[in-house]
């Protein structure tokens, strides 16, 4: 019943511990706005599907 709640939206594929950038972006964007996260940060800089994918 709660794997459901592991997955976001935009993970179709529902694979278990992938990160989809567009979660990440949009994360980045709110710690940009209300956190103070530099500005310059990218969302590629917080996470890797590298351990995912292999």
Do not use: H, I, R
Request: aromatic share 12%; net charge negative.
């Amino acid at each position: 019943m709660t794997l459901g709640l592991l997955y976001s939206g935009a993970n179709q594929d529902k694979q278990l511990g992938l990160n989809v950038a567009s979660d990440w972006e949009s994360m980045v964007k709110l710690m940009k706005e209300y956190n103070d996260l530099d500005p310059s940060s990218k969302a590629s800089d917080f996470y890797t599907n590298q351990f995912v994918t292999e």
